[in-house]
């Protein structure tokens, strides 16, 4: 079997374990990610990646304990060791999707939003942490309306506008729901424990449910996290709105604020990718202005 000696002679460092061997795995725009079989067989994850900043892997690591306190929440994956060049996990067998595991990661989500935190922002106070390679203010704020507009919305605004990444127009279109926003934001809600970055590539269909893995952890406001998960495609997401429903039942009006909570994630997508993200983002709010 195939070892890639350098990634095992670290995971033996950090695991005091011996694997047996290594295997690459598909996926994933910013890390790398091998899977290891150890000695006693069992299988854990690595992640890498050239030069990560400092807390990179560590404050993922962190989102992952804190979304994992949560009885009855959603699974996530066992962190097995997190260094400044890597981040170990317990191996999650993929499996296939299906209408109980999506029910019941419905039921799941809506426990661990409902676990919440004491402010909106980040769950260890004002350190920052990461949404894919950016930066991510995590700095608390009194009300969801003010830590969305000013740590969410505002800075990735500034930084597509840097980037040549939004048209003025589109972004005055953003800029104009920031301003109304209070009124656009819905019933207040106390702050949720958010994964943060809940896409269908961040979700592993098991053979025993729905594990969830790669959050950009922080209380914010439910909705967001089930806005993501609309945003690009979620397998079976009927069934897993259904089921949270029935759980937490959403304020009246959600389905018109799907587009605000997007914002974030699209304008997050177009600093770092370009492309239509910039209009998309302005398109979505266009009616709350």
């Not at 295997?23 to 994933?28: I, K, S, T, W």
């Not at 806005?227 to 304020?251: D, I, K, T």
């Not at 009246?252 to 997050?268: D, K, N, S, T, Y």
Request: hydrophobic share 45%; glycine share 12%.
């Amino acid at each position: 079997m195939a070892r890639h000696a350098a990634l095992a002679r670290r995971a033996e460092e950090l695991l005091d374990a011996a694997v047996v061997s290594t295997q690459p795995v598909a996926g994933g725009d910013i890390c790398t990610t091998t899977r290891l079989r150890l000695s006693d067989g069992s299988l854990a994850a690595m992640k890498t990646r050239p030069h990560a900043p400092p807390g990179f892997f560590t404050t993922e690591a962190a989102g992952l304990r804190w979304l994992g306190e949560v009885e009855g929440g959603v699974p996530v994956p066992e962190v097995l060791a997190a260094e400044d060049d890597c981040l170990m996990l317990r191996w999650v067998e993929p499996g296939r999707s299906g209408p109980d595991a999506a029910r019941d990661l419905g039921t799941r989500l809506a426990r661990t939003h409902a676990a919440g935190a004491e402010a909106y922002g980040g769950f260890r106070g004002e350190a920052d942490g990461f949404i894919g390679t950016l930066p991510l203010p995590q700095r608390p704020a009194p009300t969801w309306p003010e830590f969305f507009a000013v740590r969410r919305v505002l800075p990735y605004l500034k930084l597509a506008r840097d980037r040549h990444a939004i048209e003025p127009d589109d972004a005055a279109v953003v800029e104009d729901v920031v301003r109304v926003i209070v009124d656009r934001s819905g019933p207040a809600e106390p702050p949720a424990r958010l994964h943060g970055d809940l896409w269908s590539g961040n979700a592993v269909w098991g053979a025993d449910g729905v594990w969830v893995l790669d959050p950009a952890a922080y209380a914010g406001h439910r909705e967001t996290d089930l806005a993501m998960m609309a945003l690009f495609g979620f397998p079976q997401l009927e069934q897993v709105l259904g089921a949270y429903q029935a759980a937490a039942p959403l304020a009246e009006g959600w389905e018109e604020r799907v587009g605000l909570h997007q914002l974030f994630p699209l304008l997050v997508h177009a600093c770092l990718f370009g492309g239509g993200y910039g209009a998309r983002a302005a398109a979505g709010v266009r009616h709350l202005r």
